[in-house]
């Protein structure tokens, strides 16, 4: 009986032992929109809803590699720049395209991936190409995510420009749920995401013409140049290491993307 019990206690010492080498790491915290596939999404783990994809892994990679703790703060896109230059959070990490204007209010890590702006229509449309949404006398609704450049874009080529509308939802989901129920002409949002919201709703299709190629990058706050030192030093680290490679490819298999 004795045996057992000094079994059970040092079993459970053993156990504290590693909750306690975790408490004992500094957090860091990320904020994202875990509504954008396949960098950021919820996804039951064992019972219990968790954010993964490529983002949200390569995340936990940079931590372990710096010794810290990730947590995840799920925020809507447009919130992420506000947070991260206010100190609520420590790094973006969205799928967030570098452009000049982030760059005036947050650093930005080095690139960790590419994405491109694409357009989603539902079969049969009347649009079969970027240029249609150019056109003179062009006159559609284009469903986007709000902030993102997708947004920016298609408010500076097509609605300034007179040839259209442009209507913000506060996620990549419920722009494309517009699309399915008739309520805008096409969604202008990142390839990757687009790819997975086409095969989850029938009767969607992406037009083969892309409309802008981006860089995804970390956004850090400008004073904290210790950190971004670290990132993109965890970056080149994980990236030649095969880490970052290996989880791209596990989340966007090379046949797949080559499609
Ligand atoms: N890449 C786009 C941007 O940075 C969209 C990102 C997102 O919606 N998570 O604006």
């Known amino acids: 009986m004795k045996k057992i019990f000094a079994l059970i206690l040092a079993a459970l010492f053993c156990l504290s032992g590693i909750a306690l080498a975790d408490a004992d790491k500094p957090e860091l915290h990320m904020g994202t929109n875990a509504n954008f596939p396949p960098y950021?999404?919820?996804?039951?783990v064992d019972d219990a809803d968790t954010i993964v994809g490529i983002d949200a892994e390569v995340a936990a990679a940079?931590?372990?590699?710096?010794?810290?703790?990730?947590v995840i703060d799920d925020m809507e896109f447009g919130a992420i720049i506000t947070a991260v230059q206010t100190g609520k959070i420590d790094f973006g990490m969205a799928g967030m395209t570098v452009t000049d204007e982030r760059k005036e209010s947050v650093n930005f890590s080095d690139t960790y991936a590419?994405?491109?702006?694409?357009?989603?229509?539902?079969e049969g449309s009347a649009i079969t190409t970027a240029d249609d949404l150019f056109a003179e006398g062009a006159n559609h609704i284009i469903g986007v995510q709000e902030s993102t450049t997708g947004d920016l874009y298609c408010t500076w080529d097509i609605e300034d420009e007179g040839l259209g509308t442009v209507d913000r939802y506060k996620n990549g989901a419920d722009a494309v749920q517009a699309l399915v129920t008739?309520?805008?002409?096409?969604?202008?949002?990142?390839?990757?995401?687009?790819?997975?919201?086409?095969?989850a709703n029938e009767g969607l299709i992406i037009l083969d013409t892309e409309y802008v190629t981006e860089d995804y990058a970390i956004a850090i706050a400008k004073e904290n140049t210790e950190l971004l030192e670290k990132v993109?030093?965890?970056l080149k680290a994980l990236t030649e290491d095969g880490t970052i490679p290996a989880i791209i490819?596990?989340?966007?298999p090379a046949e797949e993307a080559a499609e």
Not at 114 to 122: D, E, F, L, R
């Open 40 to 44: 950021e999404y919820h996804e039951y």
């Open 62 to 70: 940079i931590c372990d590699y710096l010794g810290y703790t990730l």
């Open 114 to 122: 590419t994405g491109i702006q694409v357009i989603i229509v539902k």
């Open 182 to 199: 008739d309520k805008v002409d096409c969604v202008v949002i990142d390839n990757e995401p687009a790819k997975a919201f086409v095969a």
């Open 232 to 234: 993109n030093e965890a």
């Open 249 to 252: 490819e596990k989340y966007i």
